[in-house]
């Protein structure tokens, strides 16, 4: 089911499958940001990661000695959440644990999503909740938007750049090959995150690539040729991927807070051994969130 919320400057489109974000639109300029996710590319406008990033060693995971299936980025963006609350500027949407989900992630739980426009920007709040009254949660957490490149007619992918706040180096992960998506922690290096990266569709023809993050985060895309641009600003994301499809020169480019990582190709496969996994002891809650501004 579609959703919708706004104010006098934007307007934001949600499916309730997933609790995606399927548009975010300037009301003045009637830019749409958001990539309409043409199957030709990608058939995907921003899906939720819940609750794994990427893709696990060989498919499956275990934990308490039994091995249980999980697909790339999670089940939470298979799923129709609920809505929770919802006024003209503001929405929530809740998924919580159930027969269907026990089968391959056996924990109870509770995951909500807030979407809030302010002024030009969405302001994304995710908390996840561990209902259990004795156990341990174990899991990642992700975005996966993806922002139509070029934003404007008369400009293409090679005239825009992706600039970072604070201007510094940061640790980079990418993955071993395109077959497992396992990323090579061997092959980590530092990356100039301090300096403007131009985009180009070389870059991703290994694949995605993260960045290590702390604190206060910004990635811009923007170009020289348009005052528009797209802001994602975070502060307890600690990663942040960059992906288009390759070899398919698609006309967007993802930008996407990470709390965890894919599995790498040394991970042991057991669940609480898992690099970036986040635990949450019985009955706590864990509460992160980025914002979209848009010019």
């Known amino acids: 089911m579609n959703f919708q919320i706004e104010n006098e400057r934007v307007v934001a489109a949600f499916d309730s499958k997933g609790a995606e974000i399927t548009s975010f639109k300037d009301k003045t300029t009637n830019i749409e940001y958001i990539w309409q996710a043409d199957p030709a590319f990608w058939a995907s406008h921003a899906p939720i990661l819940f609750p794994f990033i990427g893709q696990s060693k060989n498919k499956q995971y275990e934990y308490n000695g039994k091995s249980y299936p999980m697909t790339n980025h999670g089940f939470a963006r298979e799923y129709d959440f609920k809505v929770s609350e919802q006024s003209k500027d503001s929405i929530s949407f809740v998924l919580t644990d159930s027969e269907a989900t026990q089968k391959v992630y056996p924990f109870q739980f509770s995951f909500e999503i807030t979407y809030k426009v302010e002024q030009t920007s969405l302001v994304v709040s995710f908390q996840v909740k561990n209902t259990d009254t004795q156990n341990p949660l174990y899991y990642s957490l992700g975005a996966h938007p993806a922002f139509n490149v070029p934003m404007v007619e008369g400009t293409k992918f090679e005239d825009y750049s992706l600039s970072f706040s604070p201007k510094k180096k940061r640790k980079i992960f990418k993955l071993a090959d395109l077959k497992e998506f396992l990323l090579d922690f061997a092959a980590t290096a530092e990356a100039s995150t301090d300096v403007d990266l131009p985009l180009q569709y070389g870059l991703f023809k290994e694949g995605l690539f993260a960045y290590e993050t702390t604190g206060d985060t910004t990635c811009t895309l923007h170009s020289n040729k348009t005052p528009h641009s797209v802001a994602v600003t ?29 599995d790498n190709t040394k991970a042991t496969g057991k669940l609480a051994e898992k690099f970036g996994i986040q635990k949450l002891e019985a009955l706590t809650s864990s509460q992160t969130g980025f914002t979209i501004t848009i010019k």
Request: charged letters at 15%; hydrophobic letters at 40%.
């Open 234 to 262: 975070y502060d307890n994301m600690p990663y942040l991927c960059v992906w288009s499809p390759t070899p398919k020169d698609a006309p967007f480019v993802c930008i996407e807070p990470w709390v965890g990582l894919p």
